[in-house]
């Protein structure tokens, strides 16, 4: 059984910064690929960042480029997502997700999801 844990969340100023962190409990989950998506009230997850299992490759929407950072720090079972610049549409529950593949759209049949973090960006 996958187990994932989003922490991290919580009330920020626009401009400001935020660190979340998702930890990943299971069997070989250090050679999982891992995502940040967030989701609006009353509309579908859209995806944020993703990295490879091995931190090679990240992946960013185009909304976050420049202002977040995925990273990964495999002997913690962990993933990071450094939300910097935060603006008042980053405003959302933010969900881990964790997979074989991880890709820009979530995957919920397949993939592992932690049960969410709010952040809230005021003004």
């Known amino acids: 059984q996958v187990r994932l844990v989003e922490s991290g969340g919580g009330l920020v100023q626009a401009g400001g910064s935020l660190r979340l962190s998702c930890v990943v409990s299971?069997?070989?989950?250090?050679?999982?690929?891992m995502g940040w998506f967030r989701q609006y009230p009353g509309q579908e997850r859209e995806f944020v960042a993703r990295?490879?299992?091995?931190?090679?490759?990240?992946y960013y929407a185009d909304s976050v480029k420049g202002r977040f950072t995925i990273s990964r720090d495999n002997a913690k079972n962990t993933a990071y997502l450094q939300m910097n610049s935060l603006k008042l549409e980053d405003t959302a529950v933010y969900y881990c997700t964790a997979g074989t593949f991880v890709t820009n759209t979530p995957d919920y049949s397949n993939s592992y999801w932690g049960q969410g973090t709010q952040v809230t960006v005021s003004s």
């Open positions: 299971g069997r070989n989950s250090s050679t999982y690929a």
């Open positions: 990295i490879s299992w091995n931190a090679v490759r990240q």
